[in-house]
């Protein structure tokens, strides 16, 4: 059974992950500047949502991807976007250099090597279970579909993978540990559990 979401809880989360992103981006590369092009049209047929400008001058291509389920971690890899379009997903597609996922309820940031991972899962990917979840805008509604991966599995076998946890709601830390970044806003609590599904 696929599950719904309506546009303003999707974009929300993502707002939210984005953020996340952008704080451990600068703070794994004191120095680095982070640029927004999620409106830019040059970079969304790119699947890329952020730029990420090095101090050497180096600029890599950030997917962020924002997850809501409270539970087991699984990545939701998107295959399919807009299936009533036949459009293809974002982890087949995007030209990022690393997918930057985040766990929002669970307080986990994730850094995965796209291309490494994708060419790690796509030989694998009849393996794992697929999932339908639906977005409603107005009175368009569309079905988009993922595979569930289990994110031991990508630890395990993808080189590069990083795991960042991000301090909790009230955790005193004033400073970032290496590999940590810093909730700028409090996140609140779910409206009701959702599963496997990022936004």
Known sequence: MARGFSMRGVMGAADRAVQHARTWLQSAEPGSRVH??????RF?????????E?????????????????????YFFE?????????????????????????????ELH??????????????AKGYELRHTFTQTGAIRYTTVGAVVPVKDVQ??????????????GDAREEPAPDAAVAETPLPAPERPEEDVPY
């Open 44 to 52: 969304q047929h790119r699947g890329v949502d952020l730029l990420w």
């Open 111 to 124: 850094v995965l090597p796209l291309k490494a991972v994708r060419e790690w899962f796509l030989p694998r």
């Open 54 to 74: 090095l101090p050497s001058g180096e600029v890599r291509g950030i997917e962020v991807k924002g997850d809501r389920q409270p539970r087991r971690k699984r």
């Open 36 to 41: 927004d092009v999620q409106e830019d049209p």
């Open 156 to 169: 395990e076998a993808v080189p590069g993978v990083k795991h960042i946890p991000l301090p909790r709601r």
């Open 79 to 107: 295959l399919v976007s807009n299936l009533e379009r036949d459009t293809p997903g974002c982890f087949l597609y995007s030209g990022a250099d690393l997918m930057v996922y985040v766990f929002l309820v669970q307080n």
